[in-house]
């Protein structure tokens, strides 16, 4: 199959590894992503001011690029999601801000939500299948208790992103069962790591990364897995300590056989 792709610019920077391991993992699978052209910033967060709209028109424009292309819009950052995801709902749901939306970028073909905004992991449940792909693992990570840290963004608000039950997820779980490794729960799964928060308050952002990694640890993990480039850097800077904390991205290309090749670009 074939998706429009929305990497984002963290994953140019800061998180190019989550980047690129999940390119050549869809290689893998079968699935074919491709970046719409010039795409910009989706703006980081999505404000809940209804009457801005300038920070949302880059998230309008790839959205219209993915519903052109007759494709579903792929992203793997959790922020990046989180944004074009309820940029999609607004305009579905919001009369008045699609008006200004479309009003304001006149010269183009006027968008009214129609794009399936997906989270690889989404793809890799519905498209692919949990089933399915782990048919194709040839370096299962049999033995490997991970614990699969959500944050804020892949599930809230829970009307808008429906990829799981907000208080109770699985996706992830089900994911790193699929490639071998053995999950653990713990409470503070998908609670806010406060990263948000550490340029305001690091002192607030310290105890929560380290109430997340402790949570998990005291459960017996030993290594921490996310979606969120922002949730791996303030776990790591501001957290305990207690475990390495990598991208979902890296144990797929792991338990695939292609992390050694990446790794030898």
């Not at 709209?53 to 793997?76: E, Y």
């Not at 829970?158 to 996706?171: F, L, R, T």
């Not at 501001?238 to 338990?255: D, H, I, K, Q, R």
Request: proline content about 5%.
């Amino acid at each position: 199959m074939k998706a429009t792709y929305f990497p984002g610019c963290t994953l140019r920077t800061k998180a190019k590894d989550l980047d690129v391991w999940a390119r050549k993992c869809a290689e893998v699978l079968g699935i074919t992503l491709e970046e719409p052209a010039d795409w910009q910033c989706c703006g980081g967060v999505f404000s809940t001011a209804s009457d801005e709209i300038a920070s949302k028109l880059a998230a309008v424009r790839a959205l219209k690029a993915a519903r052109d292309a007759s494709q579903p819009l792929v992203t793997v950052c959790s922020a990046c999601h989180n944004v074009l995801k309820q940029t999609n709902h607004a305009m579905q749901t919001d009369a008045v801000f699609a008006s200004r939306v479309n009003n304001y970028m006149a010269d183009e073909a006027p968008y009214a939500g129609e794009t399936q905004v997906l989270h690889y992991l989404e793809l890799l449940r519905d498209t692919v299948g949990f089933d399915e792909l782990a048919k194709k693992v040839v370096k299962p990570l049999t033995g490997k208790k991970i614990a699969p840290y959500y944050g804020c963004l892949l599930l809230r608000p829970s009307k808008v992103m429906q990829m799981d039950d907000p208080e109770n997820p699985q996706i992830m779980e089900d994911f790193l069962r699929a490639i071998g490794a053995e999950p653990v729960f713990f409470g503070r799964r998908n609670e806010c790591c406060g990263g948000y928060l550490s340029l305001e308050d690091a002192t607030a952002a310290k105890k929560n990364s380290t109430l997340v990694m402790d949570s998990a640890a005291g459960n017996g993990a030993e290594l921490m897995v996310t979606a969120c480039p922002l949730c791996r850097y303030n776990l790591i800077k501001n957290g305990s300590g207690a475990m390495p904390v990598v991208y979902f991205t890296e144990l797929l290309a792991e338990a695939l056989g292609v992390k050694e090749d990446i790794a030898n670009d």
